[in-house]
């Protein structure tokens, strides 16, 4: 198979806002359109004082995570915003030909780190370039609707 979409399992997601600052949990902050992982965590830029953190499977339970980074010095504010997005990763060779279908986002020139809000077949995603290949954040209310997507967009890729 050229194309892998799996649905991640629960994941912690929590928007957090700075006053300040270069870390949270030890991890340095991502620059603009980036995320960075480290410490069982993915911290995404969404916005110039803001950030979402992603609780890798199973490593930590959500309020232990909201606790931890509410004892940052620098942290604002914590939101828990796990049940509004579902998480899926996909991989293969045609992962980003499959996602072109809908995506403006030229993934050709997005280097590994790369982090974007989008419309993906006018769904509105988060979307994570990794190493071995993509993660998407879709609102709940929307996961049905890019699955469907998703599975026609991938048919001419699936031998």
Same mark, same amino acid.
Request: glycine residues 8%.
């Given at each position: 198979?050229?194309?892998?979409?799996?649905? !991640?399992?629960?994941?912690?997601?929590?928007?957090? /806002?700075?006053?300040?600052?270069?870390?949270?949990?030890? *991890?340095?902050?991502? %620059?603009?359109?980036?995320?960075? &992982?480290?410490?069982?965590?993915?911290?995404?830029?969404?916005?110039?004082?803001? =950030?979402?953190? #992603?609780?890798? !499977?199973?490593? /930590? !339970?959500?309020? +232990?995570?909201?606790?931890?980074? &509410? /004892?940052?010095?620098?942290? #604002?504010?914590?939101? +828990?915003?796990?049940?509004?997005?579902?998480? =899926?990763?996909?991989?293969?060779?045609?992962a980003a030909d499959v996602l072109a279908h809908g995506c403006a986002i030229d993934?050709?020139?997005?280097?590994?780190?790369?982090?974007?809000?989008?419309? #993906?077949?006018?769904? %509105?995603?988060?979307?994570? *370039?990794?190493? +071995? %290949?993509?993660? *998407?954040?879709?609102?709940?209310?929307?996961?049905? =609707?890019?699955? $469907?997507?998703?599975? +026609? $967009?991938? #048919? !001419? =890729?699936v031998s």
């Amino acid at each position: 198979m050229t194309v892998d979409a799996v649905e !991640e399992p629960f994941r912690t997601q929590l928007t957090v /806002r700075l006053r300040q600052g270069d870390t949270l949990l030890g *991890v340095p902050l991502p %620059g603009p359109c980036t995320f960075t &992982s480290g410490n069982g965590i993915d911290i995404l830029w969404m916005g110039p004082d803001e =950030y979402l953190v #992603l609780g890798l !499977e199973l490593s /930590r !339970e959500s309020s +232990d995570l909201e606790a931890e980074l &509410s /004892r940052e010095s620098s942290v #604002l504010a914590v939101v +828990d915003v796990s049940a509004q997005r579902n998480v =899926y990763r996909l991989t293969g060779v045609h992962a980003a030909d499959v996602l072109a279908h809908g995506c403006a986002i030229d993934l050709e020139v997005a280097p590994v780190g790369t982090c974007v809000q989008t419309l #993906l077949a006018r769904t %509105g995603i988060v979307l994570m *370039v990794r190493e +071995d %290949g993509f993660t *998407v954040l879709v609102r709940q209310s929307f996961s049905d =609707y890019f699955r $469907a997507w998703l599975a +026609d $967009a991938s #048919l !001419e =890729y699936v031998s």
